[in-house]
T-cell receptor, first 114, second 112 residues
Framework: DAGVTQSPTHLIKTRGQQVTLRCSPK?????VSWYQQALGQGPQFIFQ???????QRGNFPDRFSGHQFPNYSSELNVNALLLGDSALYLC?????????????FGPGTRLTVL | LAKTTQPISMDSYEGQEVNITCSHN???????ITWYQQFPSQGPRFIIQ???TKVTNEVASLFIPADRKSSTLSLPRVSLSDTAVYYC?????????????FGAGTRLAVHP
């Protein structure tokens, strides 16, 4: 049973460019969340997708957008990259129906903006 | 979502039991308590989750007093590979959609 997978592992971009990160949830999971983790800090919630719609959003600008596909996989898009967007981007998945909120994280994508 | 407070860092030695306490005074009735472990440049790994009293699994125990305003993660006989950041989170469902609010976590260093 594969866990949460993310691609690519590492990415280097320059300021102003656009980037797309991808996530495949754990088998059987239907909800995907994205987090940004700057060096030395805890992960910060970006947004969550369920049934191909954005359900919750954290305090991130519109430059950050996402998408969820019918197979529950998801993409995170960041436009007009800034130096401050350099971080580890984490995807987490869970099953929406159920009694507890146990989210499982992928290995992350390390984005470096030069 | 309830805010959590936990020590910034802790030190221990191999073979010792480590207890990390987390304070969550404003925990809501439907909130669960969840602990994650994170190694550098990796995603957080789910350790344990509980609602009240005691929960034990193959890697840790979670102790929750009756008032649920705090919780303690207990790691038995730690090894060097337990050196990591440990996050305590509280949260439940809000209409079926939930986000995890991470604090700074506790950096545990296990020494030989």
């Amino acid at each position: 049973d594969a866990g949460v997978t993310q691609s690519p592992t590492h990415l280097i971009k320059t300021r102003g460019q656009q980037v797309t990160l991808r996530c495949s949830p754990k088998s059987g999971h239907d909800t995907v969340s994205w987090y940004q983790q700057a060096l030395g800090q805890g992960p910060q919630f970006i947004f969550q997708y369920y049934e191909e719609e954005e359900r919750q959003r954290g305090n991130f600008p519109d430059r950050f957008s996402g998408h969820q596909f019918p197979n529950y996989s998801s993409e995170l898009n960041v436009n007009a990259l800034l130096l401050g967007d350099s971080a580890l981007y984490l995807c987490a998945s869970r099953i929406t129906s159920g009694g507890t909120d146990t989210q499982y994280f992928g290995p992350g994508t390390r984005l470096t903006v030069l | 979502l309830a805010k959590t407070t936990q020590p910034i860092s802790m030190d221990s030695y191999e073979g010792q039991e480590v207890n990390i306490t987390c304070s969550h005074n404003n925990i809501a009735t439907n909130d669960y308590i969840t602990w994650y472990q994170q190694f550098p440049s990796q995603g957080p790994r789910f350790i344990i989750q509980g609602y009240k009293t005691k929960v034990t699994n193959e890697v840790a125990s979670l102790f929750i007093p009756a008032d649920r305003k705090s919780s303690t993660l207990s790691l038995p006989r730690v090894s060097l590979s337990d050196t990591a950041v440990y996050y305590c989170l509280v949260g439940g469902f809000s209409g079926g959609y939930n986000k995890l609010i991470f604090g700074a976590g506790t950096r545990l260093a296990v020494h030989p």
